[in-house]
């Protein structure tokens, strides 16, 4: 959606496919491969987990949509660098990753580092093409909605894994105006997206601050309190430093029951069926809620095989394996509903359970549980583990005073957040429909500048 009135051209013909429409009457419907020169696939050495200085490895996990992600690189040992100097990349070098996950094979840009020394791997295909057309043209056709699309008929898909092979990839269809105006389209769109990803990345900033604040807001809360004037005492944990004089110290273990689906408990995939008790696991967790867009069932004979483990009203459930430590709180009757064997389930406490489900998004319990991640070689959380997560206990009122404040300021943070989101995605929206458009001449850009609003 363009948000912006742009010219179209004065004469407009029919492009040959239906979804596409008409194209301007100058432009030529043609190949890819036409303009192709001659081409180059990388090589096969793999990185030396040893080095990190000297010849970099570009792979296809730093390829993107028209960039490059050099925050992660790999080395190759440096006595073997005389041995690829034919693959030294250049600027101005296209570079066209040919496998990757289905959904992101054929993510392709143009070289533009001169300062860096780097050599790329053999799922990425370098192209020479031929002066009738200009590289930076073809990155943004091949990376906008359109260009996405015709790839997306190209690909060889085994499993999740996709490839686009050079014969395939030399009959994408291209649509095509001479070269001057091809570079006109690209000065266009380098002016204008650089504006867009400028309020992209303001806004994604915004939402680091919005979740920064939010988290800081909890831990505040679940240990300090909500008076400043009350007496405090040494939580004996240095990061927390005080606490409230009468807050207890109680491991999660005495103060409720802790359960999980082990053994003979656990089920296959026959199972799962259409009509039958929600079973949670870690995918229905996101951020500390619970999504319930891909649900589950499983067989009401598994369900009544473990009573034990039948969620109920005011349970926390609990990640062990997966996003790890990742709880929510079952804050209302979702109907007949149990666990599978990724999630810890954590009931019948006295407490207020909004304040122990605040406290298990604090850095409280995520500290505990990133130390018992990184000293683990597998990663997951045992039920001892969880046992004996150490809790901060305000008496009930309290408790209750403190749920009711993080509601009303985390909803506030929330919808800051999610307004913020939205912009970000109104922008790479329009990012993306200002490309489509000028690279299949739906705008006429050759006298078109207006800014983006």
């Given amino acids: 959606m363009l948000s912006v009135k742009y010219k179209p051209y004065p004469k407009m013909k029919n492009s040959g496919i239906e979804w596409i429409g008409e194209i301007p009457e100058e432009w030529k419907v043609t190949k890819l491969g036409y303009f192709v020169n001659s081409t180059q696939l990388g090589t096969n050495v793999v990185a030396d987990s040893d080095s990190k200085s000297g010849i970099f490895l570009l792979k296809m996990g730093n390829m993107q949509f028209g960039s490059f992600n050099l925050n992660k690189v790999e080395h190759v040992n440096p006595n073997e660098v005389e041995n690829f100097q034919s693959l030294v990349l250049k600027k101005g070098d296209f570079l066209f990753n040919t496998r990757n996950s289905a959904d992101l094979v054929g993510k392709c840009g143009v070289w533009t580092e001169t300062n860096l020394y780097g050599i790329f791997n053999n799922n990425i295909l370098r ?54 105006e091809q570079k006109q389209i690209v000065e266009f769109l380098d002016k204008k997206t650089v504006k867009i990803d400028s309020k992209i990345q303001k806004n994604q900033k915004l939402v680091t601050l919005l979740q920064e604040k939010r988290q800081a807001t909890i831990n505040h809360a679940v240990t300090k309190g909500l008076d400043p004037n009350v007496p405090m005492k040494d939580s004996g944990i240095e990061w927390i430093g005080e606490i409230p004089e009468f807050w207890e110290q109680v491991k999660l273990k005495h103060i409720s029951q802790i359960r999980g689906r082990v053994g003979w408990k656990g089920y296959t995939v026959e199972d799962l069926v259409d009509d039958g008790a929600l079973v949670i696991g870690a995918k229905h967790i996101q951020d500390f809620h619970l999504d319930l867009s891909d649900a589950e069932h499983l067989s009401w004979s598994k369900y009544y095989e473990s009573p034990e483990i039948m969620v109920k009203v005011n349970d926390l459930l609990l990640v062990q394996r997966g996003s790890l430590g990742k709880a929510v709180l079952i804050d209302k009757d979702f109907g007949p509903m149990t666990i599978n064997p990724s999630m810890i389930l954590i009931t019948k406490f006295n407490e207020e359970p909004k304040f122990l489900w605040y406290q298990f998004q604090s850095n409280l319990i995520q500290n505990v549980v990133e130390s018992i991640k990184q000293a683990t070689a597998v990663p997951m959380i045992s039920q001892e583990n969880v046992k004996e997560f150490r809790l901060l206990l305000p008496i009930k009122s309290e408790q209750q005073q403190i749920s009711d404040f993080l509601d009303k300021q985390t909803a506030k943070i929330d919808s800051l957040i999610s307004i913020t989101q939205i912009q970000i995605e109104k922008l790479q929206e329009f990012r993306q429909s200002l490309i489509s458009a000028a690279v299949t001449g739906k705008i006429d850009v050759r006298t078109n500048h207006e800014e983006v609003n």
């Fill in 127 to 180: 192209i020479y093409f031929d002066n009738r057309l200009e590289p930076l043209f073809v990155s943004y056709f091949l990376n906008s909605s359109i260009g996405y699309t015709l790839l997306r008929q190209k690909i060889n898909q085994t499993t999740n894994v996709g490839a686009i092979y050079y014969k395939d990839l030399s009959n994408v269809m291209l649509f095509l105006p001479l070269l001057e």
